[in-house]
């Protein structure tokens, strides 16, 4: 479908459709790895010694501001 929809496009768009779909898929990509981080750090947070939560806040805010 997507290689039905870039041929119907004209040239001069198809880079920045395909941008658009690279870049989506990349938001997509940092999404998730925000989401599986929330589980070591909510888990560290509730264990037995939660300054073991700093390194992975350290990781999830990595993945939120990129």
């Given at each position: 479908?997507?290689?039905?929809?870039?041929?119907?496009?004209?040239?001069?768009?198809?880079?920045?459709?395909?941008?658009?779909?690279?870049?989506?898929?990349?938001?997509?990509?940092?999404?998730?790895?925000?989401?599986?981080?929330?589980?070591?750090?909510?888990?560290?947070?509730?264990?037995?010694?939660?300054?073991?939560?700093?390194?992975?806040?350290?990781?999830l805010a990595a993945a939120t501001v990129l």
């Amino acid at each position: 479908m997507i290689r039905t929809l870039l041929c119907l496009l004209p040239a001069n768009r198809r880079r920045a459709v395909i941008a658009h779909l690279g870049l989506t898929v990349l938001g997509i990509l940092l999404r998730a790895v925000g989401a599986v981080l929330l589980v070591p750090l909510v888990s560290a947070l509730f264990g037995p010694s939660p300054a073991d939560a700093w390194p992975w806040l350290a990781a999830l805010a990595a993945a939120t501001v990129l």
